[in-house]
Nanobody
């Protein structure tokens, strides 16, 4: 089992940048593929990005491709999401999640709010 805690959210102007972090408890972080998701008010949760166990493979939603970068530091048990060129439509609660390579995200953080003003 792994516990996840997100941080780094906040209020930023359009065009700005934020870096989210997701700290994982335990010594098994390296055994999980990790993902970022987001949920805007009144909308369903949507996939943002995913990274493989060793960080070699990443995938992105089309809406963030070229602007967001997912990365991980297995020595620090931490997942990151670098968000550049932010847009008002990026406003949402951002969640990190862990997938024990089963195809399902079994563990979720509590979320961190990102608000982009126009």
């Amino acid at each position: 089992q792994v516990q996840l805690v997100e941080s780094g959210g906040g209020l930023v102007q359009a065009g700005g940048s934020l870096r989210l972090a997701c700290a994982a408890s335990g010594r098994t972080f390296r055994l999980y593929a990790m993902g970022w998701f987001r949920q805007a008010p009144g909308k369903e949760r949507e996939f943002v990005a995913r990274i493989s166990l060793n960080g070699a493979i990443t995938n992105y939603a089309d809406s963030v491709k070229g602007r967001f970068t997912i990365s991980r530091d297995n020595a620090k048990n931490t997942l990151y999401l670098q968000m550049n060129s932010l847009k008002p439509e990026d406003t949402a609660v951002y969640f990190c999640a862990a997938d024990p390579v089963s195809g399902n995200y079994a563990y979720w953080g509590q979320g961190t709010q990102v608000t982009v003003s126009s």
